[in-house]
């Protein structure tokens, strides 16, 4: 079936109180009726058939012979996504293994926050870092969850191990224990993504590469930066007094920003 249409479109002022302007749209063959539609504000719009609506400065729309092998393809089961093109199974678990990575980080993220929150440990600024930072490892998985089904693929969550409760060390004490740990599991992240950019690359999915490439790669190495930031400061202050000031600049960091 080849389809053809020939849309144009006008907008003319009239000279009538209550109108200010008239949009038309005409179309060869088709069967639209006449119809009009006034607003408050006196805007008209048309669209007719017959022997006044000649295409203006129309534009010709022919698909080419090609999209009829792209119908047999759409896909009739209602179990299959319509949506999906060239996204292979590969890319398609890849995805899902990444959303697992995101949440597991989150969790272990989530412990954190409830040790630094404890009323005998209370170091406030680190409890707020790292439930902003889990919070913020979700977000990243619901971003590939809603990539997943954007590209016609089936989110499957996958388990998510229990993490540590106690973070205490007994050399580095629970601040520095707990920000390398951080840092390990952000490169871990970034290794991770990388390897999900590969099968992106591997299975010629421009998107799925470009898709980590802007939403995920630069933020992961500007996290890697500021997590080794907070490794070196906490190295330098030692545990103790020095811990509670590294907190306390956690605290307020936002407000000193703002
Ligand atoms: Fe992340
Ligand atoms: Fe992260």
């Known amino acids: 079936m080849l389809l053809k249409v020939a849309p144009a479109f006008a907008l003319l002022n009239t000279h009538e109180e209550n109108l200010s302007s008239v949009i038309s749209f005409s179309s060869h063959g088709s069967a639209l009726k006449n119809f009009s539609a006034k607003n408050g504000n006196g805007l008209v719009v048309c669209a007719s058939k017959g022997s006044n609506s000649k295409p203006l400065t129309g534009v010709v729309f022919e698909p080419f012979e090609e999209v009829k092998k792209e119908l047999m393809l759409v896909p009739t089961v209602p179990q299959a996504s319509l949506a999906r093109q060239k996204f292979t199974d590969q890319s398609e678990a890849a995805l899902n293994e990444q959303i697992n990575v995101e949440y597991n980080v989150s969790y272990v993220y989530h ?12 170091l406030k600024g680190l409890a707020k870092f790292f439930k902003e930072s889990s919070e913020e490892e979700r977000e990243h998985a619901e971003k590939f969850m809603e990539y997943q089904n954007k590209r016609g693929g089936k989110v499957k969550l996958q388990s998510i191990l229990m993490p540590l409760s106690e973070f205490d060390h007994a050399e580095k004490g629970d601040a520095l224990y707990a920000m390398e740990l951080a840092l390990s599991l952000e490169k871990l992240t970034n290794e991770k993504l990388l390897n999900l950019h590969a099968v992106a690359t591997r299975n010629n999915d421009v998107q799925l590469a470009d898709f980590v ?46």
């Open 111 to 122: 412990a954190m926050y409830a040790y630094f929150d404890r009323d005998n440990v209370a």
């Open 213 to 258: 490439e802007n939403e995920y790669l630069q933020e992961q190495v500007e996290a890697i930066k500021k997590i080794s930031e907070y490794v070196a400061q906490l190295r330098r202050v030692d545990k103790g007094h020095g811990v509670w000031h590294f907190d306390q600049m956690l605290l307020h960091e936002a407000e000193a920003l703002a």
